[in-house]
């Protein structure tokens, strides 16, 4: 048996994006699950359109992801290999130095070409079974621009062939390339690696996929406060399903679950509410610190230097927010918007929003709170729980008109007109905020 060696080959002409990730991680997966080795192999041949900080964002990406390499290339350090490999194919009569007409004056009058045998190639995918390839029409193709200078087709193939690499994992817009890297792998005496091409991924609604969809670059994710556990369990399942329909899987069962043949044939559809579903679930595993720690970052200064004086405060509020949220990015929007600066501060409010809209009357309001501080005020401190609270003022509250009670009591506490529940809010803020701010409230209806 040969070790299983499989390897993501981006080309570092854009950022890691979510389409690719799941190249990587297919390949990755099967080599984890076959104590194989995964190469992360930068493809620059392309010299104007790479660029290092492409190269960057990707391997950031894979490493925020976890999707460690075993080795490491960049093919422009490697042209010493494909030069040698040029001259061993020249001498063996596959290839050969062509004169052009230069296109351009000055241009460059040579290339190197390989001598096309001119027949049928054909090849076993995975996914989609034999595929068969007239190689006529691609004529004497290129492989180098000069010795110093290999083109894509074959730097993979010398790659490929030198790195070992068993089985090639790698998007379906690769399939018609195959077959002219095949007759290059035949003319260097290659073994041919098993190919994968994984299907496209669309848009819902069938359209080509982008940042519209919500789409996007790895790196993007990551600033938006999505979990790398939620990335990766949403791109496995674009094509592949572990034969159930299980939607929650870790890295770890998908080392053991994962297998080439499942990879769907047709296309994969992106769906962002997904990966917000899932985003949402990993989000609740988070331990308490954690998620405290990224909400936290993303509360404008102000109201982190409040968090950070109350923690007790905001150590309630964190289970709160995760409700409410899909993202953690999502925190500084509504931070922005004032929906958390009332947990820490008292809320300013005009008085008449204490009314509910079936009891006008500051009076009666004013009463409706003066009997829940009356009804709460002896609870223990320590016993100031959402379900006390609510034991505390409920039998009041069904008797004199929830909403006449309860409203009121709720603004008073948040000056807001979403909020949690009162008895909630009670909780979270204490009991002396609570009664505070309800007597403070008290005070405007009677002013
Ligand atoms: N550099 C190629 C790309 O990014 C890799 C294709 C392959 O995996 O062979 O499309």
């Known amino acids: 048996m040969t070790k299983v060696i499989t390897r993501f080959a981006p080309s570092p002409t854009g950022v890691l994006h979510i389409g690719s990730v799941r190249t990587a991680l297919y390949s990755w997966l099967y080599a984890r699950q076959n104590n194989g080795k995964f190469i992360l192999r930068i493809e620059d041949t392309d010299k104007e359109r790479s660029k290092k900080e492409f190269e960057d964002n990707i391997i ?198 994962f297998t080439l043949p499942k990879v769907q044939k047709s296309a994969a559809v992106f769906n962002i509410d997904k990966l917000k579903w899932l985003n949402k679930h990993y989000m609740k595993l988070l331990s308490a610190d954690r998620a405290g720690e990224e909400i936290l970052t993303r509360f404008p200064p102000m109201l982190q230097t409040k968090a950070h004086s109350d923690v007790k405060v905001f150590e309630k509020v964190v289970p709160v927010i995760l409700d409410h949220i899909s993202v953690f990015g999502e925190v500084r929007a509504l931070a922005e918007a004032g929906e958390y600066g009332y947990f820490f501060e008292d809320p300013a409010y005009a008085p008449e929003k204490l009314l509910w809209k079936d009891e006008p009357e500051p009076m009666l309001a004013a009463e409706k709170l003066q009997k829940i501080l009356a009804l709460i005020v002896d609870i223990d401190n320590a016993f100031f729980t959402p379900e006390t609270i609510k034991t505390a003022i409920w039998d009041y509250a069904t008797e004199a008109g929830r909403g006449s009670v309860l409203w009121p009591m709720r603004y008073a506490l948040s000056g807001r007109e979403k909020s949690p529940d009162p008895f909630m809010l009670a909780n979270i803020l204490g009991k002396e905020a609570t009664l505070r701010r309800i007597t403070h409230a008290i005070e405007l209806l009677r002013a």
């Open 60 to 257: 950031d990406g894979l490493n925020w992801l976890g999707l460690t390499h075993d080795e490491f290339f960049r093919q422009s350090d490697r042209s010493v290999f494909y030069k040698e490999k040029i001259i061993e194919l020249i001498a063996k009569g596959a290839v050969y130095v062509s004169k052009e007409e230069p296109k351009e004056p000055g241009g460059r009058a040579e290339v190197i070409r390989f001598k096309n045998p001119n027949r049928v190639v054909t090849f076993e995918d995975v996914v989609r079974g034999d595929i068969s390839f007239d190689t006529t029409e691609l004529g004497d193709f290129v492989i180098a621009k000069d010795f110093d200078t290999p083109l894509y087709h074959f730097a993979v193939v010398v790659d490929d062939f030198e790195m070992g690499v068993t089985h090639v994992i790698r998007g379906d817009d690769a399939i018609s390339n195959t077959p002219r890297q095949i007759l290059i792998q035949e003319a260097l005496g290659a073994p041919r690696p098993i190919y994968t091409h994984l299907p496209m991924i669309l848009a819902p609604d069938k359209s080509k996929l982008s940042k519209r969809h919500g789409a996007l670059a790895v790196t993007e994710y990551h600033e938006e406060g999505y979990l790398p556990e939620a990335i990766l369990n949403f791109v496995a399942l674009m094509g592949w399903n572990p034969g159930n329909d299980q939607e929650i899987i870790s890295l770890e069962e998908m080392v053991k679950l």
